[in-house]
Nanobody
């Protein structure tokens, strides 16, 4: 089973950029489908971006966020540009076996502890 640890969250202003990292251990991250989810206060967890052979994005972040994977460093990064207040949430890294990037969280069986991103106006 892969273990995931997120880092890079923080407090930023609207329009700023921030990069989140997810470090994987236990197994080669390149063999997993990996994704970022987020959960804002009072809202359900939602899919943000995923990667395996291709990348996939939620409409709300398309064009602003970029997901990437560094197999040598065993990290999955989420570059977030042009941040807005609605991006405020706890961001989670997730992984699952297979080749399909699912948008449903229940499809993923490994999760990190989450990292807080707060965007102020």
């Amino acid at each position: 089973q892969v273990q995931l640890v997120e880092s890079g969250g923080g407090l930023v202003q609207a329009g700023d950029s921030l990069t989140l990292s997810c470090t994987a251990s236990g197994r080669a991250i390149g063999s997993y489908v990996t994704a970022w989810f987020r959960q804002a206060p009072g809202k359900e967890r939602e899919f943000v971006a995923g990667i395996f052979r291709d990348t996939y994005y939620a409409n709300s972040v398309k064009g602003r966020f970029t997901i990437s994977r560094d197999d040598a460093k065993a990290t999955i990064n989420l570059q977030m540009n042009s941040l807005i207040r609605d991006d405020t949430a706890v961001y989670y890294c997730a992984a699952t076996s297979g080749t399909t990037v699912f948008t449903a969280g229940w499809r993923y069986d490994a999760w990190g502890q989450g990292t807080q991103v707060t965007v102020s106006s």
